[in-house]
């Protein structure tokens, strides 16, 4: 199989996009929030561009039958990145029981911090407040201990099935990842599509990878919450031009240090708030971007079940792409 890192020639490192005052924030916030002019489909938000008629043409591209998983192995020990990890036990059959004989069961039991800075994981439209308001005027007071009481996973029970592209930025700049702190810009995602040969279009599931999954594995797991590529949001235009239906990357689409003084994560306010955007975090694109290179061919069709879980805000999620 071909190694995408070495495929490319080394690009000139291009020059670090500008800090964005908050004010020239919130114009961006206002000019993406009111240019949303989302589709007529049952579900709200960037979903409504993910036709029905997206899906088959999705599913007409299938060439190989390749399955790959675009979800990172759920970690159970304490790092930098995870210090409160998911916590799984088996709790049956316990050292006290007899399965020598007769009939047993194994049985086991799972909890998770669904939004952390390492597991591969779904943001609901619910997940992000911003100036006391969820997507679309929603006032925040709807999520409550209780539970969210709009914009939940609900909208996405029966799972999101479309096209997805792979926007491959490390490999456009000739090096394995980017490093953490890094901004990535909206012109960066038109040329990985140009060398890529492969143009993002409506109702698209756009996977960003940044490289943040090679870069842990070979130099191991650091503070993300602190330091971590990903976009500038001026980048935001090209997807919300675009008609993009879900944002998904190998980190958390938002870079830290971020670009917006007052704005910790300002990608996710323009995705999920503005735009109602689906968030992907924390995936793993290893896999998928050396049969994406190999084969010449960065779509692929793309099936997201998240757990049905009625009022939460995420799910833990295992993307699977059919190339």
Known sequence: MTDRRDAPPKAPAPATPPRVSTASF???YRDLRDGARHGTGRRPGAL???TPERVVAAANEVRTGRTVSLAASIETEP???DPEPAVHRIIAPTAEEDTSHGLHFARDRFAMNVHGDADSHLDALCHVMYDGELYG???ASTVTPEGAGALTLDLVADGIVGRGVLLDVPRLRGVPWLEPGTQVTAEDLEAAEEAQGVTVGPGDLLFVRVGHRLRRRSVGAWDAARLRAGLHPEAM???A????AVLGSDGNSDAAPGAVPDVGFPVHVLAVQALGMHLLDYL???ELASLCADLGRWHFLCVI???RLAAATGSPVNPIAVL
């Open 26 to 28: 919130h114009t961006l």
């Open 48 to 50: 409504s561009w993910l």
């Open 79 to 81: 790092v930098p990145d």
């Open 237 to 239: 235009r090209f997807p």
């Open 305 to 307: 079940a998240p757990l």
């Open 284 to 286: 793993d694109f290893e």
């Open 241 to 244: 031009r675009r008609r993009v």
């Open 137 to 139: 005027g929603v006032p």
